[in-house]
């Protein structure tokens, strides 16, 4: 897992609260771009970060994550 990833992962609940059922590109560590699809948030963040890579993810709703035992 690279850096941003990791990022992701230790923030994962606020970015459900803050931008559930959004695309989102973290690079460096930082929300670069939000927006309703996975290619339109990667090209977001590749056109101002032009050598890195994103990591880019569909926040899932709340809803989405509640597992019924």
Same mark, same amino acid.
């Given at each position: 897992?690279?850096?941003?990833?990791?990022?992701?992962?230790?923030?994962?609940?606020?970015?459900? #609260? =803050?931008?559930?059922? &959004?695309?989102?590109? /973290?690079?460096?560590?930082?929300?670069?771009?939000?927006?309703?699809?996975? @290619?339109?948030?990667?090209?977001?963040?590749? #056109? =101002?970060?032009?050598? &890195?890579?994103?990591? /880019?993810?569909?926040?899932?709703?709340?809803?989405?994550?509640?597992?019924? @035992?």
């Amino acid at each position: 897992m690279n850096k941003d990833n990791l990022w992701v992962v230790k923030h994962f609940s606020d970015l459900v #609260k =803050k931008y559930h059922g &959004k695309a989102i590109a /973290v690079v460096n560590e930082r929300i670069v771009a939000v927006g309703d699809t996975e @290619l339109e948030v990667e090209q977001a963040a590749l #056109k =101002k970060f032009p050598a &890195k890579i994103p990591s /880019v993810m569909r926040v899932p709703r709340e809803e989405d994550l509640v597992c019924l @035992l």
